[in-house]
């Protein structure tokens, strides 16, 4: 099994966070972006590293040596007008019939692709499934949404899965609430929860990521299909809030009210347990770990 990947995306968070990983596993890894990956030394100019400076809507015209993976992390997310909304839409999905005939040509047989929770929109129902139905998205999510159904449709590749995530932490990445609340725990200031007895779950772990891609590669299964992927092990918001107060040490007085009509930040990943064999780390252990990767001895 050759082992080779192409990321798309490569200069993104999640995208050079893999690139680097795959690289101390022994991959060669070519990433492909707009702008080259900012790896830290010596990954930047690592031998194993190929650096392709172009958009995924060109991703077509590319050749490559084979490949055993192709990830897929590359999206227009900024949208501040209707020209931005325009591009969104030309570039997310363009950009899939781009990846399916690169695929075709450099006949890779796994394919991976990171999507948002997003396409979901402002869902009504707890918890969230695969096939819980669209609540008015925004353009972001209406373009992720297009672009999976079309990457699931003219995929030619062995296995394509779409992966369908929340906020995911990483060194100098923090899902906004969670941000907040750490914010707010360090300057002891007030925090406010909104249905604190409610599971939580809402978060991912670009090293959870990082550790699934590996494990696909390692099957000799092939599947498809679009799964939720989100830690494990819920817990109440208020063990949220009570984990990242006592980390800080602070004296943030801590008040909740309820509201029924927000849903539940709970994400049911059984499918992506039964059929894909893997599990994330739990919701305690995410937060836990990000605490200490990324406030310990920083103040």
């Known amino acids: 099994m050759s082992k080779h990947v192409v990321i798309s995306g490569g200069s993104g968070f999640i995208g050079a966070y893999c690139a680097v990983r795959f690289l101390d596993k022994g991959f060669r890894v070519t990433t492909v972006s707009r702008s080259a990956p900012k790896l830290p ?21 590319l050749s490559v040596e084979p490949a055993s993976l192709f990830l897929h992390t590359a999206a227009q997310t900024t949208f501040r007008n209707r020209a931005d909304d325009e591009m969104a839409c030309e570039t997310n999905n363009r950009a899939v019939f781009s990846i399916c005939d690169f695929i075709e040509k450099n006949r890779i047989d796994r394919v991976i692709a990171l999507s948002s929770i997003s396409v979901y929109g402002s869902w009504e129902n707890s ?8 609540h008015k998205p925004d353009v972001y999510g209406l373009t992720k949404c297009l672009g999976d159904l079309l990457l699931e449709k003219h995929s030619p590749a062995k296995e394509t899965l779409i992966l369908r995530l929340p906020g995911v932490l990483g060194e100098n990445c923090n899902p906004i609430w969670l941000s907040k609340i750490m914010a707010q725990a360090k300057q002891h200031s007030p925090i406010q929860l909104i249905n604190p007895d409610r599971a939580y779950n809402s978060l991912s772990d670009v090293a959870d990521i990082f550790e699934f891609l590996r494990s696909r590669h390692q099957k000799n299964e092939f599947k498809k299909g679009t ?8 817990i109440p918001v208020r063990q949220v809030a009570k984990i990242i107060t006592d980390f800080f040490k602070s004296q943030s007085e801590v008040s909740s009210t309820d509201n029924i009509s927000k849903p539940s930040p709970l994400i049911d990943i059984q499918r ?15 937060i836990n770990r990000h605490l200490n990767n990324t406030h310990t001895n920083k103040g």
């Open 41 to 61: 030394s010596p990954y930047a100019t690592h031998k194993n590293l190929n650096v392709v400076l172009s958009s995924a809507i060109e991703l077509h015209k």
């Open 272 to 286: 992506l347990k039964d059929e894909l064999h893997f599990t994330p780390s739990a919701t305690t252990t995410i």
């Open 227 to 234: 799964f939720l992927f989100a830690a494990s092990d819920p």
């Open 127 to 134: 918890p969230l499934t695969e096939v819980t139905p669209l």
